[in-house]
């Protein structure tokens, strides 16, 4: 089945082309998420008119990703701070929301950057220094070091927790002596 793509489509083309695929992909999974619109004689002019528009569009986003990729590269490094346990084992995970988060923060919100752009996608989850890309647009991927160290309450943690075990143990002693 012919149809011409509504919106960008990973693995398939971008918005505006005309693409043959399977009538049950189509019927099925496409269509009703409207990402595809049956191509037909009456909707492929309107698929070459939105073509044009979406190539202005694209090329103006491409514009502003290659200005933003400049502001990036001034940043460069990160630094995230969480908290560890014993022998440094890292409490929970850097997820790319909270990165994007700090990168918003450090620039005092003259960047903004979308979680899903970051890649890798997995969560940080130990010390040190990890490389990551930002791809802001299909050929427009902007490095950036994200450095993740130990936050200064994390070692004084785990010796608080040791100091109410012991209160506890002698709680019970006092208990029985009355």
């Known amino acids: 089945m012919k149809v011409i793509l509504q919106k960008d ?7 505006g082309e005309i693409k043959e695929v399977a009538d049950g992909y189509a019927r099925n999974f496409l269509i009703p998420r409207k ?21 202005l569009k694209t090329e103006k986003r491409r514009k502003e990703m290659a200005i933003l990729s400049e502001k990036l590269k001034s940043i460069a490094e990160i630094e995230m701070q969480i908290r560890v346990g014993a022998k440094n084992r890292v409490f929970g995970s850097i997820t790319p ?5 700090a990168i918003e923060e450090k620039s005092a919100g003259a960047i903004v950057v979308d979680r899903r752009k970051i890649e890798p996608g997995d969560p940080i989850k ?8 930002i791809n802001l647009a299909s050929d427009i991927r902007v490095p950036i070091v994200v450095k993740v160290v130990a936050h200064p309450d994390s070692e004084p943690q785990a010796k608080v927790e040791a100091a109410p075990v012991a ?5 019970p002693a006092e208990a029985t002596a009355e």
């Open 97 to 101: 929301a909270m990165i994007a988060k």
């Open 35 to 55: 990402l595809v619109l049956p191509a037909t004689a009456g909707t492929a002019k309107a698929a070459q008119h939105q073509k044009r528009l979406i190539n």
């Open 167 to 171: 209160e506890a143990t002698e709680a």
């Open 126 to 133: 130990a010390l040190g220094e990890h490389k990551l890309r």
């Open 9 to 15: 489509i990973p693995n398939l083309g971008d918005a």
